[in-house]
């Protein structure tokens, strides 16, 4: 079967993403050209822990500009899953917090939110961050309706499937759920004591998320009923993410040091380590329950192994030499 063509929801979004990725790469490029655009210590950017930043951060978005890219064409729904889905994953984990905290920030304390002491100049952060939230809502966008092309069966499918490895997949769900819950807990206490307005939406998010999280990995291993499979796939989906893609963050900012900030240690630095682990175990039993379901049947074939690109008039008729 021929894959299916691009459709203009999925085209849009995906031009969206790419337009808004586009002032994130090119200060990246200048930055690692040696032009310290928008910032007034130069040495600030020739850190080597900044420099080395700066070059992790902008291959994240060089590879999110070619999903994106990808989205919009048939030979995007050839990339295989492994291909597609971890950086998807990782992405979407990190830029749903910022979709809902930085406009919510900037209407509780206007654009003073962007001011700092340091040495970014105020209009670099609110070119990074309005990028960062048109980008993470047309790539999360683009990437449902990918999904429901590619993978249509996970939209229509119910809980209460088990596997082969169900068994397992229930240990892993139910071991993580009170160290996720204990997680969100500690972020949601956090939140509740902080002085800074969006440090405290931040932390109130991640915690949140970190909840139904959990939550969701044991709905999607022993729910039963007619439920359907999608909604705890989405909160499970982008728990999990937050969870990683932030502590795996923190966890460099904390191994490389450098200008951006200093050691976590004590509760802080266990918080974000174990987020790091937790999300990973549960991302991974969720791989194995989408695995599972999912079968070959269930994945929507880039193409018929006896179909070129012109599906049946590329097939020779049985009768053919009877003409």
């Known amino acids: 079967m021929t894959p299916q063509q691009a459709g203009i929801g999925r085209i849009t979004a995906a031009i969206v993403a790419m337009a808004a990725m586009l002032p994130y790469l090119t200060l990246k490029i200048f930055w690692l050209t040696g032009h310290p655009v928008g910032v007034s210590d130069p040495a600030f950017m020739n850190d080597p822990a900044m420099v080395g930043l700066n070059a992790m951060t902008f291959g994240m978005d060089a590879v999110a500009l070619l999903l994106a890219l990808a989205f919009t064409t048939r030979q995007g729904m050839r990339l295989p899953a492994w291909l597609v889905l971890p950086p998807l994953w990782v992405g979407t984990g990190l830029l749903s917090v910022v979709v809902v905290t930085a406009p919510i920030g900037v209407l509780m304390e206007g654009v003073s939110v962007f001011s700092t002491d340091g040495p970014i100049a105020p209009w670099v952060y609110m070119t990074v961050y309005g990028g960062f ?76 998320l970190a909840l139904g ?52 240690t004590g509760v802080v630095g266990l918080v974000e380590l174990f987020g790091t682990l937790t999300g990973l175990v549960m991302a991974m039993c969720g791989a194995f329950l989408l695995a599972e379901r999912s079968g070959v049947g269930h994945v929507q074939a880039a193409q018929h192994p006896l179909e070129g690109e012109d599906r049946e008039d590329d097939r020779e008729t049985a009768d053919h030499g009877h003409r």
């Open 133 to 208: 939230v048109g980008q993470g809502v047309g790539l999360m966008v683009a990437f449902v309706l990918y999904a429901r092309d590619r993978w249509p069966d996970v939209f229509s499918t119910t809980l209460g499937q088990v596997g082969p490895t169900g068994p397992f997949q229930t240990v892993v769900a139910r071991g993580a759920l009170p160290v996720s819950a204990l997680l969100g807990v500690t972020r949601l206490y956090w939140a509740a004591g902080d002085p800074s307005p969006v440090q405290a939406l931040q932390d109130g998010v991640k915690g949140l």
């Open 213 to 264: 999280a959990g939550i969701a990995l044991v709905l999607l291993v022993r729910g039963r009923g007619a439920g359907p499979f999608w909604p705890p796939l989405v909160a499970g989906w982008l728990g999990t993410g937050v969870m990683f893609g932030w502590g795996l963050y923190a966890m460099i900012l904390t191994v490389t040091g450098g200008p951006l900030g200093g050691r976590m």
